[in-house]
Structure formats: structure tokens, C-alpha cells
């Protein structure tokens, strides 16, 4: 059973730091692609940042870029996210999700086929 668990979520002051984590089980880790999405309040659901299975590419947002860096340990089957200098536009619902490669928009949602249940992060002073 394919499983991805999100933790690490938590109100934060705005410029402070969170580290999310997204623990896979299920399947062999080192052959997906991860990535993060997040969705505020009334948004749409849209991508932040997603790592290749091999040692390969990582992709960002255009908000996050610079703030934000993702990583991966294969042998502990988990994805990281660390965010920094975080502001409060980045309040959302944090998701991670599995693909078996790089979908060709990897932004898009749609295109990822296994989901966690999502970690609340809170940006505010």
C-alpha cells in the first residue's frame, strides 16, 4: 500500500525557518519523483518544488526560489523541504506526492498519482 505522510508543519513568524518532511512507504523510494505542493485558502492547489528519483534535477516555483530547497534520503525513504525567510503567502496546506517520472508540467497537480494528507504550515506574527 503506497503511503505518504507529511510532517514538520507549524506556525512560524514570518522570516523564520521550517523543515518538512514527507515519509514514503509502500514502494522503493529511490525510483519516484517527489514533489511539493501546497494550497492556500481558497487557491488552487499549485506545485513548489519537485526532485528527481536519480541524483538528478530539482525544480522550484518562482516564489520560492532562493527560500526554499528540497532533498531527499533514500535510505530513510523521505523528502525534505526546507524553507527559510518565510513569509506569510507561503500559509498553506503543504502536500507531497509521488510520480514514477518527472511529469512534463510537474506543476500541475494533476499529473501526480499518489498523495499525502498534508501538513499546515502558518506564517504570521
Known amino acids: 500500500q503506497v503511503q505518504l505522510v ?5 506556525l512560524v513568524q514570518p522570516g523564520g525557518s521550517l523543515r518538512l518532511s514527507c515519509a514514503v ?3 522503493t523510494v529511490d525510483y519516484y519523483t517527489i514533489g511539493w505542493f501546497r494550497q492556500a485558502s481558497g487557491k ?3 506545485g513548489v518544488s ?6 538528478g534535477p530539482t525544480y522550484y516555483a ?6 526554499f530547497t528540497i532533498s531527499r534520503d533514500n ?18 496546506v503543504y502536500y507531497c506526492a509521488a510520480s514514477r517520472v ?3 508540467r510537474w506543476y500541475d497537480s494533476r499529473n501526480w498519482r ?10 504570521s506574527s
Not at 507529511?6 to 507549524?10: D, H, L, M, N, T
Not at 499518489?114 to 506564517?123: H, P
Open 6 to 10: 507529511e510532517s514538520g508543519g507549524g
Open 25 to 27: 512507504s509502500g514502494f
Open 44 to 46: 488552487e492547489r499549485e
Open 50 to 55: 519537485c526532485i528527481s528519483s536519480s541524483a
Open 62 to 67: 518562482n516564489s520560492v526560489k532562493g527560500r
Open 75 to 92: 535510505a530513510k525513504s523521505t523528502v525534505y523541504l526546507q524553507m527559510n525567510s518565510l513569509k506569510p503567502e507561503d500559509t498553506a
Open 102 to 104: 518527472i511529469p512534463l
Open 114 to 123: 499518489y498523495w499525502g494528507q498534508g501538513t499546515q504550515v502558518t506564517v
